[in-house]
């Protein structure tokens, strides 16, 4: 009986070992066993036509394994063949362009792009008229927000100038004037910043966010080009643009300065920025100093001062259409790397003086929160419930700078909005502050920071910590921790997404900046010559509700 029990005591080691090792082998088995796909032939396809797909790693049957074309799961009547580096399918009706994946008891393939012949676009020949722009095609013609494409045809112009790229969106309309002129409402125009290179044959630039599939105009002074079909990759992710409300609202700037000759005074306004879910937006301004426009929602006011003691005041008004923004976004579409060499990704993860995500603090949080975390979806949402978990809510703290508030454990709406911003960028995730008014229904207002998120192909995605988090704020939200993940209600007003950097134009003055909704690198410089300048106090008035 001891021989037996010596043996079998004895033979308890060598029988863990071999577990370890078949555990190994299973292990290794399943993470080399990924399917995937390394081609689609034919790549354009009709309803009912037979496609092969090429790759690796299906299994020699299907069994379990499942076809996901655009979310859905293939029925195994449209299966023709399976094998381990083949499978051929069937296109079923009712099939739209979108995103195939295979799934095996193994894991999940990076998805492929499947295109339908219905949606390739069609384009005529000939442009309409001598001398307009004219689209002959789009590479690739089905992609998402961040994506790299090129345009090509004819009388573009050697420069942008002033013409406009525009793609359609869920709320896009075409309609003809009362004499008879093209108009287009509610197009998404390709910012300055997102094209790469305009010459007169080719266009090539990053797709904007909120793009829908529908047509594509180029628009020069010449006039219109004729309509090119661009189709959107993503079916299931979507955004809604729901109960607008209208603002009217009051910006004034008070000066006053003491000086002991002619001095220059450059004061920059913010005005709410433009997009889909702000609309139809009127500036008005009874300055004569107004200047020039810098950018798209920025003003520049230049002053010279005269007197010894001089006081000014520069006031603008603003009607603005505010939506709310509801997000939805399915998983399985989503692509969970970046482009990393787009100007979003490179603007959006670097670390600055006022997000400083490459800070040891920052760095070693950011790790520890989205670990094994997967997606730069989860990541971020992980992100999210750390800084719930992490804040308790204070109003007009001292302390904003993200590495000091992970200690502090307090922070008012900019703090929540930096810490989750310098802890995405340290996950190599885009992201930026947000900043505006919060104003609700009685005319009570409140500067505010929130915070967005970039998904390659889906575009920017917002939160609001603060208010996730409990900060007193009168409004019909109940579930605040949900909503405020992917939903902004139309009780803000966003003045800016992201940090603007204004040129100094006097390099060797003096300059002031008041970052309390306008998030401007500065908001007014002057000349060296100044002695004083007492006063620079922004003010903003909420006139009407409607």
């Known amino acids: 009986m001891k021989n037996k029990l010596t043996l079998l005591i004895a033979g308890i080691p060598a029988f863990l070992l071999i577990l370890s090792i078949i555990a190994f082998i299973l292990n290794t088995r399943i993470a080399e066993g990924k399917p995937v796909i390394s081609e689609l032939y034919p790549n354009v396809v009709n309803i009912g036509d037979t496609m092969e797909i090429k790759g690796r790693n299906f299994g020699k049957s299907r069994e379990s394994s499942k076809i996901l074309i655009s979310s859905y799961d293939l029925l195994s009547k449209y299966i023709v063949s399976w094998s381990e580096t083949l499978i051929k399918i069937q296109i079923p009706e009712k099939t739209s362009s979108g995103l195939i994946y295979i799934e095996t008891d193994r894991g999940m393939s990076e998805p492929v792009v499947i295109v339908l012949q219905e949606n390739v676009p069609f384009i005529g020949t000939g442009a309409y008229l001598p001398g307009l722009p004219f689209i002959e095609s789009i590479d690739p013609y089905s992609s998402g927000t961040g994506a790299r494409i090129t345009i090509k045809g004819h009388n573009f112009g050697y420069s942008r100038n002033n013409s406009k790229l525009l793609f359609s969106t869920e709320i896009s309309r075409e309609r003809d004037s009362l004499n008879g002129d093209t108009i287009l409402e509610n197009f998404v125009e390709v910012s300055d910043g ?5 010459e007169n044959k080719e266009i090539v630039f990053y797709l904007p966010e909120f793009i829908a599939s529908g047509d594509v105009y180029i628009l020069t002074e010449s006039g219109y080009s004729n309509a090119a079909y661009f189709e959107q990759v993503l079916d299931e992710s979507n955004i809604l643009f729901r109960e607008k409300k209208t603002y009217m609202l009051n910006q004034t700037v008070r000066l006053k300065t003491i000086t002991d000759e002619n001095t220059s005074v450059n004061v920059w306004f913010a005005s709410p920025v433009k997009s889909l879910f702000q609309r139809n937006i009127t500036t008005l301004t009874n300055s004569q100093w107004l200047s020039s426009r810098p950018c798209s929602n920025v003003s520049l006011y230049k002053i010279q001062m005269v007197e010894e003691e001089t006081s000014n005041n520069i006031s603008q008004n603003t009607i603005v259409d505010v939506f709310e923004q509801n997000y939805s976004v399915s998983q399985l579409e989503l692509n969970d790397s970046y482009d990393t060499k787009s100007p979003i990704y490179n603007n959006y993860t670097i670390s600055t003086e006022l997000i400083p995500s490459s800070r040891a603090r920052v760095k070693n949080v950011a790790a520890s929160i989205t670990r094994r975390k997967g997606s730069p979806f989860n990541k971020a949402k992980a992100i ?163």
């Not at 997102?194 to 305009?198: A, L, M, Q, S, V």
């Not at 998030?519 to 009407?544: C, F, G």
Request: charged letters at 20%; glycine letters at 4%; aromatic letters at 14%.
């Open 384 to 546: 999210y419930e750390y800084v719930l978990a992490r804040l308790t809510y204070a109003d007009s703290v001292e302390v904003h700078s993200p590495d000091l508030v992970i200690d502090s454990q307090i922070g008012d709406a900019e703090a929540y909005s930096l810490l989750f911003s310098a802890l995405a960028r340290s996950s190599g995730i885009p992201a930026r502050p947000v900043t505006g008014l919060l104003v609700d229904s009685e005319k009570n207002m409140k500067y505010h920071w929130w915070v967005e998120f970039f998904i390659q192909d889906f575009g920017w995605f917002p939160l609001d910590p603060a208010l996730a988090d409990g900060m007193p704020w009168k409004s019909d939200i109940e579930n605040h921790v949900e909503y405020y993940w992917g939903n902004i209600d139309n009780q803000h007003i966003t003045f800016s997404r992201g940090e603007k950097h204004i040129p100094r134009l006097f390099p060797d003055g003096i300059v002031y900046s008041n970052n309390n909704y306008e998030l401007l690198s500065q908001s007014a410089e002057t000349n060296s010559e100044i002695i004083d300048l007492r006063s620079i106090k922004s003010d903003v008035r909420i006139n009407a509700i409607y």
């Open 194 to 198: 997102e094209i790469i290179n305009w």
